[in-house]
Every structure is written in structure tokens, then in C-alpha cells.
Nanobody
């Protein structure tokens, strides 16, 4: 079992920055692809950013490219999402997720393929 705990959310003005953290316990994340999803006012949970278990590859939804950066620290067993130039439309509950990848070093953007989820951290961007 992997437990994921997000932190770092909060209220920020448009144009500001936040860094989200996702701390894992239970197992090392060495063979887990990781991702951040968000659930805003719409009905669907949206893929935001993902990273391979090795950290060699990343993927972003178009709306955050150039503004958000996902990274991971294997020593701290933690994944981060640096969010810059925040916009009101980034307001959402942000979730961290982990997917075991025994044989592939890839990024997964489909939520159904993730095995573990955190409880989420709220990000609110005021205009």
C-alpha cells in the first residue's frame, strides 16, 4: 500500500505561485509513475501533469504548459508541482496519484490507470 498526502494549497492572487507537495509513505515510489489531477467546477477530474518513475519524462495538459512544472525527489519520496502565473481557472482541488509501472517507464494521463490517490489540496486563485 502507498499512502499519499498532498500539501501546499491555498488562496493566491492571479499571477502568483504555489508549490504543491505529495509525500508518499508505505513504499518507495521508485517504480511508480506519478501525476497531478484536478477537479474544478466541471464534472470531470482533469489530468494536469505526470512524470515517469525515473523522472526522465514529463507530460502536461496544454492549459498549464510553460506555467507548471512537475518533479520528484526519490530521497524524500515526494512529488512536487510548481505552479507559476496562476489563473482563476486553475482553481480546483488538486490530487496526487501513483501508478505502478513494473515494465514501462512512461507517463499516464488516464485516471483509471492510477492505483493510489491522495485526499487532495485546495487551490483557489482570485482575480
Amino acid at each position: 500500500q502507498v499512502q499519499l498526502v498532498e500539501s501546499g494549497g491555498g488562496l493566491v492572487q492571479a499571477g502568483g505561485s504555489l508549490r504543491l507537495s505529495c509525500a508518499a509513505s508505505g513504499r518507495p515510489l521508485s517504480r511508480y509513475a506519478m501525476a497531478w489531477f484536478r477537479h474544478g467546477p466541471g464534472p470531470e477530474r482533469e489530468f494536469v501533469a505526470g512524470i515517469t518513475w525515473s523522472g526522465s519524462g514529463t507530460l502536461y495538459v496544454d492549459s498549464v504548459k510553460g506555467r507548471f512544472t512537475i518533479s520528484r525527489d526519490s530521497v524524500k519520496n515526494t512529488v512536487y508541482l510548481q505552479m507559476n502565473s496562476l489563473k482563476p481557472e486553475d482553481t480546483a482541488l488538486y490530487y496526487c496519484a501513483a501508478a505502478i509501472r513494473e515494465y514501462y517507464n512512461d507517463v499516464i494521463s488516464f485516471s483509471d490507470e492510477y492505483d493510489y490517490w491522495g485526499q487532495g489540496t485546495q487551490v483557489t486563485v482570485s482575480s
